[in-house]
């Protein structure tokens, strides 16, 4: 989704600076280019960085069991039940 997304934003940076080399002249490029450029770097870091992000969301996602005994805590084992009688 993020590379069809990012290349949807790249596509109409290229459309809209052919169309101000049009409209304006070289002179467009100056501010054009690197505006591109910064949007190729900026995809690609957030794309790079989708990975940790993801293998975070995996672990958190299997770190809390809502079936397991909660260990301690304040006052732990004071309200204890008391063992069954044999």
Do not use: K, N, Y
Request: proline letters at 8%; a positive charge; glycine letters at 10%.
């Amino acid at each position: 989704m993020l590379v069809r997304l990012g290349a949807a934003v790249v596509a109409m940076e290229a459309i809209a600076l052919v169309v101000a080399l049009w409209a304006f002249g070289s002179a467009v490029l100056l501010a054009g280019a690197p505006l591109i450029v910064g949007t190729v770097i900026l995809f690609a870091v957030v794309g790079l960085s989708e990975g940790p992000r993801r293998l975070l969301r995996e672990h958190r996602a299997t770190r809390f069991d809502p079936d397991a005994v909660q260990p301690g805590g304040l006052m732990s084992g004071f309200f204890e039940a008391p063992a069954p009688r044999p």
